[in-house]
C-alpha cells in the first residue's frame, strides 16, 4: 500500500531473479533481545518482508544456511570469528558472510548494539540497490561524532522556515499519545546514521525547559534511544530570568550559573542520556552573553559547565552579526569568534553556517573553517529551503555540500579541506536544519526527501560524494530500473546549478524578497537594517555590479587563508561562479566566454530557466515509468518552478537592466 511515509525504506519487491539470488542468504535470523537490537531484527524483517516476500523467521542458533546472526563482538556465535572491530569505533560496523557451524551465514557486527542496527540498514540497502550478498565484506564507520537535525519548531507547532506543514512534534498529545510517526522518524535517521536531535528552533522561548515540557521531551527520547538518537533542546539564554525570575542572565553571576546547573541536572533525572544544549546568541535579537559585556566563550563555558558531569554537549552558533556593527556582514562571525580560538570548554562545539551570509544558492566557504583549530566546529548546512524556492523547487542539495565540504582551506596548509576541519579533533559534528514536517511526503515534496538523505551521509561520510549519493536515494525510492534513475540522478545533479543560475548567477546573493525570502526583490533597498537590503549585497550601479570585498573594499578575502585571499581577491583568478561575491565588476568586463559581464548575466538567467525546462521534459518522459501519485506531484512543482524560474530571470533582468542601461544580447528575449 502507498502510504507516503516510506521515504527511502520503501522496500518494494525485488525482480523475481533477484528473488531467487537472495533469498537463500536470509532465511532466518538468530533473535537477539535488547532494544536497539530488536529494532534491528525488525526492520530485517520489514525489509526482506517487503522486497523478498516472506519474514525470515527468528531462532535461538544458527540452524541452517542463510542465517542472518546479528549481535556484538562479544556474542557467543560472533566471539570465535575474531572480527577486526576494534578500529570501528562505537558506531562502526562489519559485515561479513561467514561460517558458523558449518553453515553459511552472513554476519552483522559493531562493536555496540547501535553499530548492529547501522550495518542491518547497510545489508538492506544492498538489497534495496541491488547489489549481489553472498560474499560479503563491508565495514564503515562515522568520521564525525555528532550528526544532528536542527528542527527549527516552535512549541506551537510553527516551523521557522518549514515548509512541510506543521512540526511532527504534536506536543499537546505528548506524553500521552506517541505518535507512530515518531519510531518511523527515528528508523528513517538511524537508517542514514543521524544520531541526535534539536527538537526545538534557535528561536524558540524557553517554554520547553519547563518540568511539563521535559515530560513530553522525555518521551520522545524513550521513543528515539533504540535508533541511537539523542535529543537536544535549545536554551534560550535568557531563560534565568524567563523561567527562573533571576534579574540578570548574565554568565558570570553565581547564582545564573547554578540557575543552569540545577536545570541541567533536572534535565538529566528526566533523560540520563540527555544530549546536550544549542544555543544562539546574540543573534538577529535573542538575548545572549553580550548584553553583559561578557564573550560568547563566557557565555557558552558557563552552560558547557553544567552539562559536562553528564556528559553533555553544548552546541554554540557562530551565526551573528549585528545591527550596531557597520562592518561587512561578511566579517562578523570571523572577527568575533576567531580571536576566542582555544577558549571555549572541551564539551562546546562553535557551530559555523558553511557560508558567511546566510545559506544562500551558491557561496564561498565560511572563513572560520580553519581559522580556529584549537576549537572544534561543526557545521551546520541547511536542509530546508529557504532561499532556494522552499519545497516546489527541486534543487538537490548535494553537490552545494559536496562543494563546500571540498574547498581547500589551506590552514594549516595546501590540501585542507573543509570536511578535513571538520574530522579533525576529539569532539566533531555536522547539524543539519530539517525540512521535516507533518505533511505526508515529510518533506514539502518528493525530492526534498533526498536532501534529508544526503545531510545524513554527509555527516556520516563529510568526504561523501553528491552524485552516489543520489543514485542510492532515487533507486531506494524510485526503484531500480536505470530508465528512471538516470533521468532522475540527472536532474538532481543539475539542479542546484540550475537554481543558482536563476536566482543569483556569477556569485551574486541575498537577492531575495522580504521577509519570507520567496522570489525575486533585488531592487529593495528601504529596510532598517541595511545589511538585510538586497541593494547591500549587489551594489549595482551605472558603473558595474558587485560587492567589493578585497584589500580596496571591505577586505572580507582577508579572513581566508593567505592563498585563498590572493585567489578571490583577483579578479582574473577568483572562479566566475565567485566573481561578483568577491568584486564589483564593470559592466563591460569580458568574461571568460568571450562576452560582456551584462550579456554573460542574461545569458546564466536564461541558461537557469532553460536547465528547468529540461528536468521538465525529463519528467515527461518518466510518465507511467513511476507511480502516477508521486509522478503528478513532481510534475505540477516543476511547473510552479518553470513558472517562478521566469519570474526570477525577468525580474532580475528588468531591475538590472535599468541600472546598467545595456540592451539584451541577441536571441534573449525581453523580461515580460
Ligand atoms: C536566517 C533565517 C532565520 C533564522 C536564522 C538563523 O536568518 O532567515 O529564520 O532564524 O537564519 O539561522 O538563526
Redesign the pocket.
Known amino acids: 500500500a502507498e502510504t507516503g511515509y516510506d521515504l527511502w525504506l520503501r522496500y518494494r519487491p525485488v525482480e523475481p531473479a533477484w528473488q531467487q539470488r537472495y533469498a537463500g542468504r536470509v532465511s532466518h535470523y538468530v533473535v537477539a533481545d535488547r532494544p536497539t537490537l530488536i529494532a534491528a531484527t525488525d526492520e530485517l524483517r520489514r525489509g526482506v518482508a517487503g522486497m523478498l516476500g516472506y519474514e525470515p523467521v527468528g531462532r535461538e542458533t544458527v540452524m541452517g544456511d542463510g542465517a542472518v546472526v546479528l549481535g556484538t563482538g562479544a556474542s557467543p556465535l560472533i566471539a570465535p570469528l575474531g572480527l577486526p572491530l576494534a578500529k570501528l569505533g562505537r558506531e562502526g560496523f562489519l559485515i561479513r558472510s561467514a561460517t558458523i557451524e558449518g553453515r553459511r551465514v552472513t554476519v552483522i557486527a559493531g562493536n555496540a548494539d547501535i553499530g548492529v542496527l547501522y550495518g542491518v540498514f547497510r545489508f538492506l540497502k544492498l538489497i534495496q540497490t541491488r547489489q549481489p550478498i553472498d560474499a560479503l565484506d563491508v565495514s564503515d564507520a562515522p568520521k564525525l561524532r555528532l550528526r544532528v537535525l536542527n528542527h527549527w519548531d516552535n512549541l506551537d507547532r510553527y516551523v521557522?522556515?518549514g515548509y512541510a506543514g506543521q512540526s511532527i512534534w504534536d506536543w499537546q498529545k505528548l506524553p500521552g499519545h506517541l505518535d507512530p510517526r515518531y519510531t518511523y522518524y527515528a528508523r528513517a535517521n538511524a537508517s542514514i546514521g543521524i544520531n541526535g536531535t534539536v527538537l526545538t528552533n534557535?528561536?524558540a522561548n524557553a517554554d520547553a525547559l519547563r518540568p511539563e515540557w521535559l515530560a513530553k521531551v522525555k518521551a520522545l527520547a524513550g521513543v528515539f534511544r533504540p535508533y541511537g538518537i539523542k535529543v537536544y533542546l535549545t536554551a534560550r539564554f535568557s531563560a534565568p530570568i524567563e523561567l527562573g525570575g533571576l534579574k540578570t542572565a548574565d554568565p558570570l553571576d553565581p547564582q545564573v550559573a547554578a540557575w543552569w546547573k540545577a536545570k541541567v541536572d533536572e534535565i538529566y533525572r528526566l533523560i540520563p542520556d540527555f544530549g546536550g544544549l544549542l544555543v544562539?546568541a546574540n543573534?538577529?535579537g535573542q538575548p545572549g552573553p553580550n548584553d553583559y559585556k561578557r564573550s560568547h566563550a563566557d557565555g557558552a563555558n558557563m552552560l558547557a559547565d553544567a552539562l559536562a558531569p553528564h556528559g553533555g554537549t553544548l552546541m554554540w552558533r557562530a551565526?551573528v552579526y549585528a545591527a550596531e556593527n557597520p562592518d561587512d556582514r561578511h566579517k562578523q562571525a570571523y572577527t568575533e569568534f576567531a580571536p576566542l580560538d582555544g577558549k571555549f570548554r572541551d564539551n562546546v562545539l562553535v557551530q559555523v553556517k558553511n557560508g558567511a551570509i546566510?545559506f544562500q544558492p551558491r557561496e564561498p566557504f565560511h572563513p572560520l573553517f580553519g581559522a580556529m583549530p584549537r576549537t572544534p566546529l561543526m557545521m551546520e548546512f541547511q536542509i530546508t529551503k529557504?532561499y532556494l524556492g522552499f519545497a516546489t523547487h527541486l534543487a538537490y542539495l548535494g553537490t552545494m555540500w559536496e562543494e563546500v565540504l571540498q574547498a581547500d582551506t589551506f590552514r594549516p596548509r595546501k590540501g585542507t579541506s573543509v570536511a578535513q576541519v571538520l574530522e579533525s579533533g576529539a569532539t566533531t559534528g555536522m547539524a543539519g536544519v530539517a525540512n521535516i514536517g507533518s505533511d505526508s511526503n515529510w518533506s514539502g515534496s518528493q525530492f526534498d526527501q533526498a536532501n534529508w538523505y544526503a545531510f545524513g551521509r554527509f555527516a556520516w561520510d563529510p568526504d561523501a560524494r553528491a552524485e552516489p549519493i543520489a543514485r542510492d536515494w532515487a533507486a531506494m525510492t524510485w526503484g531500480n530500473d536505470p530508465a528512471v534513475t538516470g533521468p532522475i540522478v540527472g536532474m538532481m545533479m543539475a539542479s542546484r546549478e540550475a537554481v543558482v543560475d536563476y536566482m543569483t548567477p556569477l556569485g551574486l546573493g541575498h537577492l531575495m524578497a522580504t521577509g519570507h525570502?520567496y522570489g525575486p526583490g533585488p531592487w529593495v533597498a528601504d529596510l532598517a537594517r541595511p545589511e538585510w537590503n538586497p541593494t547591500y549585497y549587489h551594489k549595482a550601479d551605472a558603473s558595474g555590479i558587485g560587492f567589493d570585498r578585497t584589500r580596496t573594499g571591505t577586505d572580507a578575502v582577508g579572513q581566508y587563508a593567505a592563498p585563498v585571499a590572493a585567489q578571490f581577491g583577483d579578479g582574473k583568478r577568483v572562479p566566475e561562479k565567485l566573481l561578483l561575491w568577491f568584486h564589483h565588476v564593470p559592466w563591460g568586463h569580458r568574461m571568460r566566454s568571450g562576452r560582456s559581464l551584462w550579456d554573460e548575466l542574461v545569458t546564466r538567467y536564461d541558461r537557469g530557466v532553460a536547465g528547468v525546462a529540461a528536468m521538465q521534459a525529463d519528467w515527461t518522459a518518466l510518465e507511467g515509468k513511476v507511480d502516477d501519485r508521486r509522478w503528478r506531484e513532481v510534475r505540477d512543482f516543476l511547473a510552479i518552478q518553470r513558472d517562478e524560474a521566469q519570474w526570477w530571470r525577468d525580474a532580475s533582468i528588468a531591475y538590472f537592466q535599468s541600472v546598467s542601461k545595456r540592451p539584451l544580447p541577441a536571441g534573449h528575449a525581453a523580461p515580460a
Open positions: 521557522e522556515r534557535v528561536n544562539k543573534s538577529e551565526f546566510d529557504e525570502h
